[in-house]
């Protein structure tokens, strides 16, 4: 079952904005994924991650066994 994903509008300074998106870029993720990221960690340090939250979406492509089969041509 697939959650709904909620945007949000976040203003932020552009020096952090800049930061944040290379630092994203040096680990394959998106800007989006990777704020998504630390709020999560910043939610666990402080112990009020909700017990219902979804994990993360996994990254990359999906394994061969979770692929759908290819049509016959």
Known sequence: MTRD????????????????ARW???EFRSLNAQ?????RRSLSD??????????LPRRGRPKADERE?????
Do not use: T
């Open 69 to 73: 089969p290819a049509e016959a041509r």
């Open 5 to 20: 994903r909620r945007p949000v509008l976040l203003r932020i300074d552009p020096a952090v904005h800049d930061a944040l």
């Open 46 to 55: 402080a112990g009020r991650m909700p017990k219902q939250a979804a994990p």
């Open 35 to 39: 704020i998504e990221l630390l709020l």
């Open 24 to 26: 994203a870029a040096d």
